[in-house]
């Protein structure tokens, strides 16, 4: 499948849009479900879009809905659409494969963080660019988190200063995530920097956005709807 380049960018984003979203409620595939009349998905790629430095979007859809997906981005971007995976990991691989040759930066996206503002997919793909072999936007954690034993009992306090949420854009050097995916053609990974740690490869931190929350719940979207208006 050709994909549809932009010529002013050098990034390629992937956004696998294949997962079922069952914590959401019954209903559509998740990145299918609707935010104020709009599909998680429309949100995403429009942000993705907008930045500059973006130019392919490869979107791995449901399987069976390509055509449906397809006919839902026209109008937002120009958007190569291929079938998705069973599993987030396969999504992304499928998208991986779609990327023409030139683009050594690639980015992974996930449709559920649909806010993520167009300045955090610059900032990402600015330091896969500026030397970094993989890139992740993260937050401090701000509750205290315990260590809990299988009954119920606390086992000690961790000390939050050093951890941090991860969101995604994550960035990478193409020949980096294409070798960490192919050592694990069995892993069922929901994180591809987790994937690419596993090959040693370090990976650098970017501060992360309020506005690409994870819309995983029905809470969630009630706070994205907020978000909306901010």
Excluded: N
Excluded at 30 to 44: F, I, N, Q, S
Excluded at 45 to 61: M, S, Y
Excluded at 69 to 96: H, N
């Amino acid at each position: 499948m050709t994909a549809h380049i932009h010529p002013r960018g050098d990034v390629a984003v992937l956004v696998p849009a294949a997962g079922s979203g069952v914590r959401l409620g019954p209903g559509a595939p998740k990145a299918l479900r609707l935010l104020r009349g709009e599909p998680l998905l429309v949100h995403a790629v429009r942000r993705v879009a907008a930045c500059p430095a973006v130019g392919v979007i490869v979107v791995a859809a449901p399987p069976g809905q390509v055509p449906t997906v397809q006919r839902l981005l026209e109008p937002v971007a120009p958007v190569t659409v291929v079938p998705g995976g069973t599993t987030r990991q396969r999504s992304v691989a499928a998208a991986l494969e779609a990327v023409p040759d030139q683009f050594d930066i690639v980015l992974v996206h996930d449709a559920a963080r649909a806010l993520a503002p167009p300045a955090l997919v610059a900032a990402v793909a600015d330091a896969v660019r500026a030397g970094h072999d993989a890139v992740i936007p993260v937050l401090p954690v701000v509750d205290t988190i315990k260590e809990v034993s299988a009954s119920a009992e606390v086992l000690g306090t961790v000390d939050r200063s050093v951890l941090r949420a991860v969101q995604t854009p994550q960035g990478f050097r193409r020949a980096v995530l294409v070798a960490a995916h192919a050592a694990a053609a069995a892993d069922d990974a929901s994180d591809d920097a987790g994937l690419v740690e596993k090959q040693g490869v370090r990976v650098r931190c970017v501060p992360g956005s309020d506005h690409a929350l994870k819309i995983t719940r029905p809470f969630d979207l009630a706070v994205a709807e907020l978000l909306l208006d901010s």
